[in-house]
């Protein structure tokens, strides 16, 4: 059985070990809790076992794209957010109706923690609400 979702718990799935670091590194900076997978098989396994607030995927990986990694997310647990990063500027319209947000990783430096915390403060309002609602 999987963990319920954390509010401040982010998972990263990228191939490129430097630019994990990166996002850990950001993202431990602002109070989040990462969990890493540096392969999409690895990404999907860590989803499907934890409680995660969104994940950040890449889009070009090896064996698994990003947009199909999107697309099992949302199969597994519907209200992920998923964020997807690229080192496109744009991505097809298919790929973008799966995830949540889009940020090019040219402008992860000034997006990504932006549209991050949009992002889990919708899901914290979204539980809250629920909450409210069913007390």
Avoid: W
């Avoid at 098989?41 to 860590?46: E, T």
């Amino acid at each position: 059985m999987s963990n319920p979702p954390t509010a401040k718990t982010i998972l990263c799935i990228d191939d490129n070990d430097g630019v994990l670091e990166y996002q850990r590194t950001l993202l431990e900076r602002q109070g989040f809790a990462v969990l890493t997978a540096s392969s999409a098989r690895r990404g999907l396994q860590i989803a499907a076992d934890s409680g995660v607030a969104a994940v950040i995927v890449d889009y070009h990986m090896p064996e698994i794209n990003g947009h199909e990694v999107a697309l099992e997310i949302k199969r597994l647990k519907p209200n992920t957010p998923v964020v997807m990063v690229s080192s496109d500027e744009e991505l097809p319209s298919h790929v973008l109706e799966v995830v949540d947000a889009f940020v090019p990783k040219h402008e992860a430096p000034s997006l990504l923690l932006p549209v991050l915390t949009r992002i889990c403060d919708e899901v914290l309002a979204k539980v809250a609400e629920r909450a409210r609602l069913s007390a």
